[in-house]
């Protein structure tokens, strides 16, 4: 009967100490939502799309250099977006 006991504190303290260390590791993630900045591109309006895209192909590999994702093209516009840094 004590060796029962014995092996009901082990299963006790190991349940408890993985209870606690899930806690503590639970509190230390980043709860905070991802924020994002947006920017529209108004594109050089001559010609047809294909031209347009190779005319703006230099700056829209700058812009995704910087970390801007493009979303949406509408027209002659882009859309892009981007996670805010924290400073």
Do not use: C
């Not at 806690?23 to 993630?29: D, E, K, S």
């Not at 050089?44 to 895209?53: C, E, R, T």
């Amino acid at each position: 009967m004590k060796k029962n006991y014995w092996w009901l504190m082990v299963v006790m303290v190991f349940v408890v100490s993985f209870m606690i260390s899930s806690a503590f590791v639970h509190a230390q993630t980043d709860n905070t939502e991802t924020q994002w900045e947006y920017k529209i591109v108004y594109a050089k309006d001559k010609g047809s799309m294909k031209q347009q895209v190779k005319q703006d192909l230099p700056a829209l590999n700058e812009l995704g250099r910087k970390g801007w994702e493009l979303v949406t093209v509408q027209y002659s516009n882009y859309y892009f977006k981007r996670k805010i840094r924290k400073k």
